[in-house]
């Protein structure tokens, strides 16, 4: 199982970026998928996720209304598309996929950078 993600970037206070993770390995609309960020010194947080059945969408307080989620089960690649970002968004992002409790990975992460 491979998780791949892509289009991190340095960016400025107010820019946009899309995160992509393409997924490999695994029955991809089996499975919850969501993204995660770590900023220096803090715990890895949820940012936004997106069930297998349904597509129920839920985000950070944080980030609602300037990200979202989506999926491509045709492509098995889910996506993030960030707006109005700032510098609190600055983080390594990662890409989470989930079938269960013992069924789960991880991408490598992709840094974002928000900066002026």
């Known amino acids: 199982v491979q998780l791949v993600e892509s289009g991190g970037a340095s960016v400025q206070p107010g820019g946009s970026l899309r995160l992509s993770c393409e997924t490999s390995?695994?029955?991809?609309?089996?499975?919850?998928l969501s993204w995660h960020r770590q900023a220096p010194g803090k715990e890895r947080e949820l940012v936004a996720g997106?069930?297998?059945?349904?597509?129920?969408?839920n985000y950070a307080d944080s980030v609602k209304g300037r990200f979202t989620i989506s999926r491509d089960n045709g492509n098995n690649t889910v996506y993030l598309q960030m707006s109005s970002l700032n510098a609190d968004d600055t983080a390594v992002y990662y890409c989470h996929a989930r079938r269960m409790l013992s069924d789960e990975h991880w991408g490598q992460g992709t840094q974002v950078t928000v900066s002026s």
């Open positions: 390995g695994l029955t991809f609309s089996e499975y919850d």
């Open positions: 997106i069930t297998s059945v349904g597509g129920r969408l």
